[in-house]
């Protein structure tokens, strides 16, 4: 089926199937991302647990920093789903306007994200060493993850374009062409880590991530001059406070909560780098967390579908088929994480064997060994939660399609703030690091029950944007 008979499926027609269509180009470019990870763990891990236990936590500064990129780009897809859904339901004259709209937002977006990734590219340039330090890494890793978090502070500004751009196609209901872009950067990020790190060592997996981000944004601003924004583009490039207020008020919140769920992570790692596992702690996390994406980056795609259903059916007043339209896309991600979870239970010896391999020194082949044990309790009991981190995902996603990031951040903050950290601290007194794995895991649990509580309010569907 064609890109344009997708995105017409989002206001029209069979919702089970469209949601399907819809959202099945962005979990095959979530699946391929996820493929991407694995190739670049592998190159990594050959250089020992100390190279992965940096790659991790650098992972994880990085994530945090982009939720300046997530202020912006929620609020571009919100804004942008709006006014797209309206100029289908519109006269011409209407229309047009919506669709000026649009192209107005995509601009202002742009501009917003390059101003504040110059800051953020700064700030961490400044501070990556005591950040470091901070997260509880030892002598040997944090050599390995300064110079690394120097080269991916460089290329903030790019990345955060290509998710701002990403926003603008979400919004579009386009998923087509974000998988042919990432299809693109993944292999030159392939390619990149393949020769590079072998030579160069873990700057050459930083050096392969920017390059990639590269190629993404020149093919993403190719593909959009070929959208119904494409006039966007055009000017003036003069930041408008107002246009810029009406993105950041949606996304803000949405920016918090990304804070709030990757900073809770920081605190969990620098917890249980804290304790007698430390390192190996730490890079069994990676390795997990690495195999758990092929479960939860599905939960992605139809985070994605259920956003642009949501976003432009409301922007059409269709307030009945944008409900029905989440939860189709909840239960459907629902069911293929259910899936992959089995997956990741029932492979997690053999998948952690992969990425830890011993050598010939003994002391490494004893970290190695004890990562191992790690990164298989971690698996087998994160796995249970899949299914309650897809209802999570496919009605966060349709909560912020409707501009509605209050009610996320707030869910975020009591289930990974206020019950996972505590009861991590409690379980790892007690029960070492399954304790820990399991304090993850029901969290999980709970904000996924929580999200149909919270989503059933309605006030999603009363939100101006």
């Known amino acids: 089926m064609s890109k344009d008979a997708r995105q017409g499926m989002i206001l029209e027609g069979p919702l089970a199937r469209g949601v399907f269509l819809v959202a099945m180009p962005s979990v095959a470019m979530m699946l391929v991302q996820t493929f991407n990870g694995f190739l670049d763990r592998f190159f990594i891990s050959k250089l020992g647990p100390d190279a992965l236990a940096a790659v991790t936590v650098c992972t994880s500064w990085m994530w945090l920093l982009l939720a300046a990129a997530m ?21 011409p004259e209407e229309a ?16 917003l994200s390059l101003l504040i990734s110059v800051v953020v590219c700064i700030v961490l340039v400044l501070v990556r060493h005591p950040l470091l330090v901070l997260q509880g890494l030892d002598k040997n890793a944090i050599p390995l993850a300064e110079p690394y978090l120097l080269v991916m502070a460089f290329g903030q500004p790019v990345q955060f374009l290509v998710m701002i751009l990403g926003g603008v196609f979400r919004g579009l209901g386009d998923t087509t062409r974000p998988f042919y ?3 693109g950067s993944v292999g030159v990020h392939a390619l990149g880590n393949a020769l590079l790190i072998p030579r160069i060592g873990i700057v050459g997996g930083a050096l392969a991530m920017v390059c990639s981000q590269v190629l993404a944004l020149a093919l993403t601003v190719w593909f959009l001059r070929q959208s119904p924004v494409s006039d966007g583009l055009g000017g003036p490039w003069k930041l408008d406070t107002s246009w810029a207020g009406r993105i950041l008020k949606i996304g803000l919140l949405a920016a918090l909560q990304q804070l709030i769920r990757v900073g809770s992570m ?5 917890m249980i780098a804290r304790t007698a596992a430390g390192g190996a702690a730490i890079a069994a996390l990676g390795v997990g967390l690495l195999f758990e994406s092929i479960a939860f980056m599905p939960g992605f795609g139809y985070s994605i579908a259920s956003a642009a259903f949501v976003g432009q ?3 059409a007043g269709n307030v009945k088929r944008a409900n029905a339209a989440a939860w189709a896309a909840t239960w459907q991600a629902i069911a293929v994480m259910s899936v992959m979870g089995v997956v990741c239970y029932v492979f997690a010896e053999p998948f952690a064997r992969f990425f830890l391999q011993h050598g010939e020194d003994a002391a490494r082949n004893a970290k190695v060994d004890e990562t191992l044990a790690l990164t298989v309790s971690y698996l087998k009991i994160a796995a249970i939660s899949e299914p309650f981190l897809a209802l999570g995902m496919g009605l966060i996603g349709a909560l912020q399609g409707a501009g509605e990031t209050l009610s996320p951040t707030v869910l975020t903050t009591v289930t990974m703030v206020l019950i996972r950290l505590p009861l991590a601290w409690f379980l790892l007194q007690h029960f070492g690091m399954t304790g820990a794995w399991w304090a993850m895991s029901l969290s999980t649990v709970i904000q996924g029950i929580c999200t ?3 989503f059933r309010q309605g006030r999603w569907q009363k939100i101006r944007v």
């Open 266 to 270: 920081l605190v969990f790692q620098g």
């Open 452 to 454: 149909i509580f919270v």
């Open 313 to 315: 059916n409301l922007g």
């Open 96 to 111: 047009a306007k919506s669709l000026h709209d649009a192209s107005s937002v995509t601009r202002q977006s742009v501009l």
């Open 181 to 183: 872009v990432t299809l």
């Open 71 to 91: 202020a912006v780009s929620t609020g571009t897809t919100a804004l942008v789903g709006r006014f797209i859904g309206a100029s289908k339901a519109q006269a």
